[in-house]
């Protein structure tokens, strides 16, 4: 399973959940209030961003998806403001408007600090509001493949166990951004996204990776739920599904700006990503856990993404491109030449991911063409291609004493440059098949007229569920070959020189 982003164009996401208008009023102060021991803020600049739910939908927007907003919107200023700025991003919205005021947030900053908030909102929806909410949700539910509730505790998804089960007689995948100490309302959803906080809450203090892991499959359980995320900040994401082995996700932000919104852009992503795989888009709720493939790799997509937004400041969005960038940076830094120790953890983590590992060695002396179209064919059979190669000693026995062309140090740079090789160690052996045995590739391969059985390893590979596989060299081109050619060569070069 390589790490790719997908073309978000085919996500059809809907988003339902508290939305509400962030206001920010900036001015400088200089000066304490003679009223009262406060600061006088001189108001020279205003701002008004989409927040909550909403936010999660220009999150989806931002990344290319066909994004749908349900909620609860006041006839209001601040609503037509907030629908204003949603629509410019072609987001389709389903409001349900009320009498109430529209959810608003209102920050008074100073030099860059947040003197304080007044929040409007009222977290008592109207029972017919929330009745028509529901009887929307019903009629558009069909045109969307993803649903995300974005429970803020305003008020939006008091129904939301109805809406679940809505969702889930229509086949849809559910993810949960969830709030408050009791989760027994999201039963039944595919996913939920709780950070630590949330999760301890919950659950109690999780000391250890072991503790969330314990404690997240326990959960997993009552809730009857197929995967659970837990965001971790900077100590990243554990990814856990009843019954096979957790995932967990180092964090990736060099620096950290303003996690503000991180949440909301995890959960976008996931949803993206999934709702880009076909896969998601046909399968019945109760085989959500066939998805694990699409979800690991959702679950690294958003904790890059997660990467991205806390470097800026302020809300801020995460593009494709600069996704792609990111994921190009994390493959360019896991390539190359590497010790046992180091590429064991490699693969390890690889492997946790669903990818599935290939096998190959050689002396790779002098590399051509046929060495470069080898290497293609055997990395098509896998995601991650190791090179293991013969050091100079046991090239020299192998080979004889001209051998080898090139050191091991070049021979290895060499291959490491290659676009179809992923990582290469050394060995002293005449054989790899102690760094076999401790590997345990998915598919071992050789190339030449060896039957699978005569391949070194070949036995303990398949004794272990893998494949082995001998592929055709490439007729015409050798090591020795090359060798001989520029010996001939130099000698036809001396005798014109003689005559």
Request: aromatic share 6%; proline share 3%.
């Amino acid at each position: 399973m390589t790490l790719k982003v997908p073309d978000f164009d085919k996500s059809k996401v809907l988003v339902v959940g508290d939305s509400m208008l962030d206001k920010y009023w900036h001015g400088p102060t200089s000066r304490i209030s003679p009223e009262a021991p406060v600061p006088v803020v001189k108001i020279s600049n205003e701002e008004a961003r989409a927040g909550g739910a909403a936010n999660v939908a220009l999150n989806l927007a931002h990344l290319g998806c066909q994004t749908g907003l349900l909620g609860l919107l006041g006839s209001d200023a601040d609503g037509e403001k907030l629908n204003a700025q949603l629509a410019a991003q072609g987001i389709v919205t389903h409001w349900v408007k009320t009498k109430q005021a529209t959810i608003t947030k209102l920050r008074v900053m100073s030099r860059h600090q947040q003197l304080i908030r007044l929040d409007f909102e009222d977290l008592s929806p109207a029972e017919e509001d929330l009745e028509r909410l529901t009887r929307l949700f019903q009629q558009i539910v069909s045109d969307y493949d993803v649903i995300i509730f974005s429970d803020y505790a305003k008020g939006n998804l008091k129904q939301v166990e109805s809406l679940i089960d809505i969702a889930r007689k229509a086949h849809k995948v559910t993810l949960v951004d969830p709030k408050g100490k009791d989760f027994t309302p999201y039963r039944g959803a595919t996913l939920l996204t709780p950070n630590l906080l949330e999760f301890e809450t919950l659950v109690g203090d999780c000391h250890t990776q072991a503790d969330i892991e314990t404690r997240g499959q326990s959960l997993i359980n009552t809730l009857d739920i197929a995967y659970l995320l837990v965001t971790r900040g900077d100590q990243g994401m554990s990814l856990l599904q009843k019954n096979k082995a957790p995932v967990h996700l180092s964090a990736h932000a060099k620096e950290v700006f303003d996690v503000t919104g991180a949440g909301d852009t995890v959960i976008a992503t996931l949803a993206a990503v999934i709702g880009a795989h076909e896969k998601a888009r046909s399968l019945k709720p109760a085989h959500a856990t066939e998805l694990r493939d699409e979800v690991i790799s959702a679950a690294q997509l958003s904790n890059f993404a997660a990467s991205v937004v806390v470097s800026k400041l302020g809300t801020a969005w995460v593009h494709p491109a600069e996704l792609r960038r990111v994921v190009a940076v994390y493959h360019s830094k896991h390539r190359g030449v590497f010790d046992l120790d180091t590429l064991m953890s490699l693969v390890s983590d690889s492997k946790l991911h669903g990818e599935r590992i290939v096998f190959t060695n050689g002396c790779f002396d002098i590399l051509h063409s046929g060495h470069v179209r080898y290497l293609q064919q055997a990395k098509s059979l896998g995601d991650r291609l190791i090179v293991a190669v013969n050091d100079d000693a046991s090239v020299k026995r192998l080979k004889g004493n001209a051998r080898p062309i090139n050191a091991l140090e070049q021979r290895m740079t060499v291959l490491s440059g290659l676009a179809s090789v992923d990582w290469v160690i050394a060995f002293s052996e005449d054989t790899p098949e102690h760094l076999i045995r401790m590997i345990q590739p998915d598919c071992l391969v050789k190339g030449g007229d060896y039957r699978p059985d005569q391949i070194v390893g070949a036995e303990w590979v398949l004794k272990n569920g893998g494949e082995v596989k001998a592929l055709d060299f490439q007729v015409g081109y050798s090591t020795t070959g090359t060798i001989h050619t520029i010996q001939k060569r130099t000698v036809e070069t001396s005798q014109e020189s003689d005559s």
